[in-house]
């Protein structure tokens, strides 16, 4: 039973101190208490914040829909353009066909044509079209150009590259509204 009062003492006193020092700590440090001067000021710095961050947010959203707004008008046009790229397609092989012949109505008719067929496309240039160029021997890349079939190729230098366009391709501005459509060998 000593030996338990012994160590109850002990723990005792162990507490004691500890609770001391602890209250010397809490003694220690001063209770900082605000002035109602320091309290607006600290609410004036957070609501500052809170304007400034709001002002850099609506910055960037009037950005944003600026960028989008002009991303827009660029391809306003693009399912229009995209309804009259076949009748290209035909200007295009109606002037193959027509050029075949040697009638002299038939050269009358193919100065009409071709007079039609500019001023379309001058037309459609003018609100952004481009050809995509791409032609025979250039390296396929699938990135501007659709591969319908493969073919066998004409000689080993064309193994792996255009051997024919089939069907021209089209961009707007810096997107490609139709990909051109080709054979490639193999």
């Known amino acids: 039973m000593n030996q338990e009062n012994t160590e109850n003492m002990e723990k005792e006193i162990i507490d004691n101190e500890v609770s001391s020092a602890q209250n010397q700590e809490q003694a220690e440090i001063p209770v900082v208490e605000m002035t109602n001067e320091e309290k607006l000021e600290e609410e004036l710095a957070k609501e500052k914040d809170k304007f400034l961050r ?34 290209l397609d035909d200007f295009d092989r109606a002037l193959i066909q027509i050029t075949k012949s040697d009638t002299t109505e038939e050269q009358i008719l193919l100065k ?3 007079l039609i067929h500019e001023k379309l496309k001058s037309t459609l240039v003018s609100k952004g079209l481009e050809q995509v160029e791409i032609k025979t021997g250039d390296d396929f890349n699938a990135d501007f150009a659709e ?29 490609i509204i139709r990909f051109p459509k080709v054979i490639i060998g193999q």
């Open 112 to 114: 009409g044509v071709e």
């Open 147 to 175: 591969a319908i079939t493969q073919i066998p190729a004409p000689s080993d230098d064309l193994k792996g590259k255009i051997v024919d366009v089939i069907e021209k391709g089209y961009k707007l501005g810096d997107k």
């Open 54 to 87: 709001l002002f850099a947010e609506f910055e960037n959203f009037k950005k944003r829909t600026a960028k989008e707004r002009m991303d827009l008008f660029k391809t306003a046009n693009q399912e229009v353009l995209q309804a009259i790229l076949p009748v």
